[in-house]
């Protein structure tokens, strides 16, 4: 399996413009998780899904993000307008259902969208 | 999910074992241990998740205390690749058909591997 891909691996954009993060789980995983990673605020969660249904978007900071899973093999995350103070790494990570033996609920990340807003 | 406690930093001589130790004092019941780590620039990789007994694979040991309320993840033999940051995180996980609960990671501990 490829693992967990994302694109783009970088993006680089003027403030106000919309910027769509597209991510590909590992095939058979019921789990898909978008995370931002910056200096200041380290890894934080952004919202989960389970069998492409949103679980917790608590941490979606504003009506700005927004995320969607139409099917089990493709979700995107889209700022909308973008904002400098959104420039971060952006992670999405798969996982199974934890069910014992050597299926270890164990989450598995992309490489990162990396974000410039200017 | 309970939060966790761990060191800013630590440093380890090459080819020595790495101790990286975590509070987890309001740990619950249900809630496992989880380490990941993250090498510069790329995504937290999974090393070594437990309940309550100690734990081993071909990364590392995890080593529970009997209160569950802290733990220690051993690197036998540190390498220069060990350089990442160490993250411990507790987290609920429920049985097939419930919610799983999210991974909410800390700072973590930035061990340095010195040659």
């Known amino acids: 399996d490829a693992g967990v891909i994302q694109s783009p691996r970088h993006e680089v954009t003027e403030m106000g413009q919309e910027v769509t993060l597209r991510c590909k789980p590992i095939s058979g995983h019921d789990y898909l998780f978008w995370y931002r990673q910056t200096m200041m605020r380290g890894l934080e969660l952004l919202i989960y899904f389970n069998n492409n249904v949103p679980i917790d978007d608590s941490g979606m900071p504003e009506d700005r993000f927004s995320a969607k899973m139409p099917n089990a093999s493709f979700s995107t995350l889209k700022i909308q307008p973008s904002e400098p103070r959104d420039s971060a790494v952006y992670f999405c990570?798969?996982?199974?259902?934890?069910?014992?033996?050597?299926?270890?609920?164990?989450?598995?990340f992309g490489e990162g969208s990396r974000l410039t807003v200017l | 999910d309970a939060k966790t406690t761990q060191p800013t930093s630590m440093d380890c001589a090459e080819g020595r074992a790495a101790n990286l130790p975590c509070n987890h004092s309001?740990?619950?019941?249900?809630?496992?241990v989880y380490w990941y780590r993250q090498i510069h620039s790329q995504g937290p990789q999974y090393i070594i998740h437990?309940?309550?007994n100690n734990e081993t694979n071909e990364m590392a040991s995890l080593i529970i205390t009997e209160d569950r309320k802290s733990s220690t993840l051993i690197l036998p033999h540190a390498t220069l690749r060990d350089t990442a940051v160490y993250y411990c995180i507790v987290r609920v996980v429920l049985n097939y058909g419930g919610s799983q609960g999210n991974l909410i990671f800390g700072k973590g501990t930035k061990l340095s591997v010195k040659p």
């Open positions: 990570a798969s996982s199974l259902v934890p069910g014992g033996g050597l299926n270890t609920g164990e989450l598995f």
């Open positions: 437990g309940l309550k």
């Open positions: 309001t740990i619950s019941g249900n809630e496992y």
